[in-house]
């Protein structure tokens, strides 16, 4: 019986906590560099985070328009950042 393959977006509820990057100041925040690229605000484990595939920062969905339901749709995405500036990859 042949496997599902594995959904390639990087959508998840929880940042990864990531140790090869510098933390800078938010050593004290469990998630390290889990802040919203759009307001600034850290992580909250009850709201909806997505991030960009392209400079791999996190958002929360609502900062960005996006919600669950729509994220399961979006193949790769793009913050408002990255989308304004055609990213060269």
Known sequence: QPRQPEPQTKLTKAPPARDDEESGDEEDDEHGDALCGA??????????WICCDVCER???????????ARAEHIKQYKCPACSNKRARV
């Open 58 to 68: 996190w958002f929360h969905g609502k900062c960005v328009k996006i919600t669950p």
């Open 39 to 48: 307001c600034g605000e850290n992580y909250a484990s009850d709201e909806f």
